[in-house]
């Protein structure tokens, strides 16, 4: 069972098209982290959430961490097909050092 | 500088074989997590170590498998007597430390399919 849903679960676009990913849960995490993993590789960081209503920005990646800290969200301006990979919302809760992971987004961006 | 390493990347088993499966983390880092990924799911986490000791094992999903990290450095995840539901991808993390915000540095994942 995994805590956070992440939404959709495929999306395939055209280059220069926008998107969202969403990820959500009905629990509460002190901080909130997304990740991008490509074939045969472990997933790699992409930035960290920890205050609610906090957003950040990364070049074209734009995060959002929700008010209640039970819900983040990444928006891709301009989409490229380097952008391409599984795309992970993971969540600490206070007292736990382990990562709860999402269940991924997987996206495709064609050129 | 080096990464999080993993060996094998691949192994195949046959049903009820043993396997190990050895991690190599960053040199320096304390706290280093096994984590297991299903085919088309995020990883699941398995087990925690900080320093030599495990700190927190509730991940692992029965007692086939069991860990080690006797020298606080490089560790390895064992699995007795295998089954086809425990292939998946194996993910090995190292942090500095043990904490809310460190970061998790993973490794390529060993690739366990068990026939």
């Known amino acids: 069972t995994q805590l956070l849903e992440q939404s959709p679960q495929f999306l395939s676009i055209q280059e220069g098209e926008n998107l969202t990913v969403y990820c959500n849960s009905s629990s509460v995490f002190s901080s909130l982290q997304w990740y991008r993993q490509e074939p045969g590789e472990g997933p790699v960081l992409l930035v960290t959430?920890?205050?609610?209503?906090e957003v950040k920005k990364l070049k074209r990646l734009t995060f959002q961490f929700g008010d209640a800290r039970k819900d983040s969200s990444l928006h891709i301006t301009a989409a490229q097909p380097g952008d391409t990979g599984l795309y992970l919302c993971a969540g600490e809760q206070t007292g736990a050092n382990n990562l709860f992971f999402g269940t991924g987004t997987r996206l495709t961006v064609i050129p | 500088g080096a990464g999080v390493s993993q060996t094998p990347s691949n192994k195949v088993t046959e049903k009820g074989k043993y396997v190990e499966l050895r991690c190599d983390p960053i040199s320096g880092h304390t706290a280093l997590y096994w984590y297991r990924q299903s085919l088309g799911q995020g990883p699941e986490f398995l087990i925690y170590?900080?320093?030599?000791?495990?700190?927190?094992d509730s991940g692992l999903p029965n007692d086939r498998f069991f860990a080690v990290r006797p020298e606080g450095s490089v560790s390895t995840l064992k699995i007795q007597r295998t089954e086809r539901g425990d292939s998946a991808v194996y993910l090995c993390?190292?942090?500095?430390?043990?904490?809310?915000?460190?970061?998790?540095?993973f490794g390529p994942g060993t690739r366990l399919t068990v026939l």
């Open positions: 993390a190292s942090s500095l430390n043990a904490g809310a915000t460190d970061t998790q540095y």
């Open positions: 959430v920890v205050t609610g209503g």
């Open positions: 170590f900080q320093g030599t000791g495990a700190a927190d």
